[in-house]
């Protein structure tokens, strides 16, 4: 267990890293909150759509096509969606819970749950995480633009409203553009492919740099028994609750083990990028992050643990 508590460190050792770089340059005063605000909207809007067109685009969809365990992760994933939101109705403020929500049950799939994936299934963790993480993408964004809408703090939303604002959802957008090319596997030329991939390896340090740079000692006073609840659920009662019921239906081996390493990732940093593009409590988002990132260095091992001792995994 040593080796794969290494291995968790050191997907997640970097994310403090730039989070750090983050809260120094705030400090410096070589950042500021125009630079934040502008930043994360270029996250938004640019470089994180490119990020997951790129992600769809490559993903190996003949290696990894497996019905019944896709369908599982997008039922389960709705699920976790719904206690959370359930949850966040009896313990949350009104004004807090569309971030409480997205904290509470999106992943940081992309870049924790993919590099575990690889590191412990090798090939075919790559193959099946590439799958899952590119047909989830369509999933969270679309239930936390829902959400988000739902408590946008200008005021309550109608359907159609919050229809519309799913539908303009720039990552949203990025997903479904890259549906077809990735489907019927329409080329692009090398020098497009690599220029979009310059301009998508922004938008992790460009996020990981604002959600440090909105950071302080204040804010994380303020949101600590609101975002350590969401915590919780985002790293210990959530992934308990989905990996037991994908052990009912039959999933054992690699595939559970996947399954929980993507139920168990700490939370992305694009709920960061979401709650500050809608006006919702982005420093509330970004205490969850900085809090789940640090316990599941812990929370991950601790699971891992379990599962091979029960001889799930």
Not at 179 to 198: E, I, K, M, N, R
Not at 219 to 234: C, F
Not at 248 to 257: D, I, P, Q, T
Request: aromatic residues 12%; charged residues 10%.
């Amino acid at each position: 267990m040593l080796s794969v508590a290494i291995q968790t460190l050191g997907v997640t050792a970097p994310v403090f890293v730039m989070l750090f770089i983050g809260v120094a340059l705030k400090r410096l005063a070589w950042i500021d909150a125009s630079f934040i605000h502008t930043a994360s909207s270029l996250v938004f809007k640019a470089t994180m759509p490119t990020l997951l067109f790129l992600s769809i685009l490559r993903a190996d969809l003949d290696a990894a096509l497996q019905p019944a365990l896709l369908s599982y992760y997008v039922v389960a994933t709705v699920t976790t969606f719904f206690l959370a939101w359930a949850w966040a109705l009896w313990r949350c403020p009104r004004a807090d819970r569309g971030v409480y929500v997205q904290g509470a049950f999106r992943g940081n799939n992309g870049i924790v749950g993919l590099a575990l994936a690889t590191s412990l299934y090798g090939d075919y963790g790559l193959s099946l995480g590439g799958v899952l993480a590119g047909l989830v993408i369509l999933v969270y964004n679309s239930l936390s633009a829902l959400i988000l809408a739902i408590y946008n703090p200008e005021g309550r939303a109608s359907a159609a409203a919050i229809l519309l604002s799913i539908m303009r959802n720039p990552l949203i957008i990025g997903v479904t553009a890259a549906v077809p090319f990735a489907y019927w596997q329409v080329p692009l030329p090398d020098w497009l492919l690599t220029s979009g991939q310059y301009f998508a390896q922004m938008t992790l340090p460009l996020a990981l740099i604002c959600i440090g740079g909105t950071l302080s000692l204040s804010v994380l006073r303020e949101s600590s028994r609101i975002a350590l609840s969401s915590s919780l659920m985002k790293l210990v009662w959530l992934p308990a609750l989905a990996t037991i019921g994908a052990w009912l239906f039959g999933f054992r081996g690699a595939e559970l083990g996947i399954l929980f390493l993507y139920f168990a990732c700490p939370t992305a940093s694009a709920s960061f990028v979401m709650a500050r593009a809608t006006n919702a409590n982005h420093q509330l988002a970004a205490t969850i992050i900085v809090l789940t990132t640090l316990m599941a260095v812990i929370s991950i091992n601790f699971g891992l643990f379990v599962l091979g001792w029960l001889g799930w995994i």
